[in-house]
């Protein structure tokens, strides 16, 4: 409780940095005064999102303000943009996992999940969550958007037979398979017929 007084008391004289709020706050969460802790995190999270080079304290904050407020979407998302900017590319996946979970169908999500994977070069997982992305625009009759994101997957996936498809590029689908048909007869030995 001494601790308490004295960083409080440190914080009234506005002599405290970063680091004490986080402290104070975190005693604060360990003593169960989770609204004073709120108090102090809500401010910090204030000052810290203005300032240049403080990307680890915001961090530290907003993964205080998450375990205080578990349901609040914004926090995650705010967490997941400042991990991003850490280039933290797996801990950002983590929490974009989650909130892909539990919002299936929300391509904002989804594009970061994608640059995500990016990042990571995972460009399978890349190429898969363009599927999704895609898809999600076609079921909304989006079919600009759609089209873009089978662009992109032909970008990386030349020969992609569904985006192919779903293009209309007949030309490049017809010679694709008859490319693979090609190469299976090639394959075929006197005994298999």
Known sequence: MTGIYLLKKIKDMNRA???????????????????????ILESLKTKLQTKKNVLKDLEACLMMFHSLKRDDITILV???????????????????????SQDRKNISFLKRLAFVYKNMDDIKNYIKTFRVIANLYSEQGNLVYRNIYYHK?????PNDIEALSVLNMDDQLRENIDNKIENTD????????
């Open 186 to 193: 090639s394959k075929i030995k006197m005994m298999d017929i």
């Open 17 to 39: 940095d970063h680091k004490d709020l986080l402290n104070l706050s975190g005693i604060l969460m360990d003593q169960k005064m989770n609204a004073e802790a709120l108090e």
């Open 153 to 157: 997957i032909l970008k990386h996936l």
């Open 78 to 100: 705010e967490l997941v943009e400042t991990r991003i900017e850490m280039k933290k590319w797996e801990r950002a996946l983590i929490l974009l996992k989650k909130l892909v």
